[in-house]
């Protein structure tokens, strides 16, 4: 497995090994000892699993107590992922990455506690898949708007077609939200 370091500390993108012959293709979607060995935490307590239609945007979500790391991949179709430093003490506050997950390419996004967390659906229909380090916690839940204009974050999709939940709509602006010290 290949590991990349983002612009974001902390945030890294894990390339498995793929197979491919003539009749698909094999990976593994996690191995443990290679988890631990790039310094990823060795305890998860959750198997999550979203299915969702094109231009569907979920997030930016995060957790201020029981906050989660996560471990994001797509089964099939394809998503641009996002991830937002909301950690008010870094250099990075603020700040986003954005990495295209997809069925084809197999890479996973580690996206560490103290971080936002959202994607967009790219392909006509995505599997999203993930691990959590913490339980759901909705009383602690709280979102960002999608359209931040303080983060930034440039989505390949019209504002007009964008799906977001009702919940997802009413998120607050960064500089309303209750972030990590």
Do not use: C
């Not at 497995?1 to 993108?13: A, D, F, Q, S, Y």
């Not at 191995?31 to 305890?43: K, Y």
């Amino acid at each position: 497995m290949k590991i990349e370091e983002t612009r974001l500390p902390g945030v890294l993108v894990l390339s498995p090994t793929i197979y491919r012959d003539d009749r698909g293709a094999f990976l593994e979607t996690f191995n443990l000892r290679q988890i631990a060995e790039a310094g990823l935490p060795e305890h998860w307590v959750q198997d999550n699993f979203s299915l969702s239609k094109k231009n569907v945007l979920r997030g930016i979500h995060y957790q201020v107590t029981q906050p989660q790391g996560k471990l994001v991949r797509v089964t099939h179709g394809a998503v641009l992922d996002v991830a937002v430093d909301l950690r008010r003490s870094s250099p990075a506050f603020g700040k986003h990455v954005a990495v295209e997950l997809s069925g084809e390419n197999g890479n996973m996004l580690w996206i560490p506690a103290g971080f936002g967390h959202a994607f967009l659906v790219l392909s006509d229909v995505a599997g999203f898949a993930y691990k959590v380090t913490d339980y759901y916690s909705p009383a602690s839940e709280r979102t960002i708007v999608w359209n931040d204009p303080e983060i930034g974050i440039q989505w390949p999709v019209k504002a007009e077609d964008v799906i977001v939940s009702a919940k997802d709509a009413q998120g607050k602006m960064l500089r309303d939200a209750e972030v990590f010290a």
